[in-house]
């Protein structure tokens, strides 16, 4: 006989591949045990969802949380709180600058994670380059299968090493993703903006040109095409990339990609009223792109939505009003993820919730090997949001939980902000009342890649 169960969530509208089916969720020991209409077995708590989305807790595969050399930027307690707070139950913690390329870096982060965490949090290995492309393997033993690696400074990877990568993905199943732009043209386009003395905040999204893009993704096509592999393609920015992927995918290669929410929102444009605060690599684009990132997104040729969080200081950010060269480029996000998505994408209907779900939780569990996440169903994890689909509420830096409380979706009136969070089965948020302390979070190990 079933022991009595630990939670049971009563009267949800649940999210499921088909679509919202009403009813109950039955939790034990972390994981969903039952759905169904009514579930009848008694539970420790009980929490009536009457009126409200049940969703899978969402994940952000591309978060800049932890670095050991830029704390003050942003660390595994306030990036997972912040997480926790936006419905992202799991984030896939990206190399800053710090390479995870070696055991000993891998522990650490393990170690440091696991004592701060609000959240689960799996790791992506990198930056590979020649150097250290001989200690993927033993990383990969230890339930790391993405590896970062770039097409241009400051991390550039030899063209040898990509082929050499694409291989490994084949043997040791794994997966690489890329920062995808062209050296050459990147460094042409720097030169002249400095020649010209050119310091504005908009000349650093127009100094890298759409075409380095198009040019980076367009030979890492013919490598995958030539060796085979998997290939992820990270913040893809253009209708070049959208139009790769789309190709991509019809001829059968195993190519996936991810928009970031503020290249969903912001065009080069708007970094006259934003300035420094909207510096990012890659940089923002033109309307048109914007709009085929949207198009993408509802096709299917983008596969994930994502965050590059990745805060500085407002010092580090003010300084680039007199010159955008001296600032850092990165914006922060992982709290705003599913608000910005459900409000633009679902509420404006350009993604049903299905889609919408899609892009935020099945397949960055698919794609990146966290076969236990990602969705609601018997035996996954119990990583659960409930949302008043109705409810907004207006971005306020100060009521965010960055370290650095700054956000450049300040102002938009948002939906989809989560009231209740449960990782595990344990209700960490509820009421937006925080009910854990740090150190939750747990590592995941990432198991079989699947990306078709």
Known sequence: MRKELDLKIVNAKISSPLGIVEGDIGIINGKIVSIAKVVGENAEKTINAKGKLLLPGVIDVHAHIYDPKFKHREDFSHGTLAAAYGGVTTVIVMPLDTHIDNIETLNHYIKVGEKEAYVDFSIQGGFIKSNNLKNVPELAKKGIRAYKMFTCKPYMASDDVFINMLRLTKELDILVTVH????????????????????????????????????????????????????????????????????????????????????????YKDAEKWGPWLKMNPPLRSRDHVEALWKGLVNGSIDIVTTDHAPGSKDEKEVGWKDIWKAWGGVAGVETLLPIMFTYGFKKNILSLERLMEVLTYNPAKIFGLQSKGKIAIGADADLIIVDPNFKRKVNAEHLHYKNPWTPYEGMELYGWPETVILRGRVIIEKNELQISKGIGKFIKAKTVFTK
């Not at 002249?192 to 367009?218: C, F, N, Q, T, Y």
């Open 180 to 267: 995808a732009e062209d050296e050459a043209i990147i460094n042409d386009g720097i030169r002249r903006a400095l020649e010209a003395g050119k310091k504005d905040p908009v000349i650093h999204h127009l100094s890298r040109h759409p075409l380095a893009e198009k040019a980076a993704m367009e030979k890492l096509l013919n490598y995958i095409e030539y060796v085979g592999g998997r290939l992820h393609l990270c913040h893809i920015t253009t209708s070049y990339a959208v139009n790769i992927l789309k190709y991509a995918k019809e001829h059968g290669l195993e190519i996936t990609g991810e928009a970031c929410t503020h290249h969903l929102l912001f065009t």
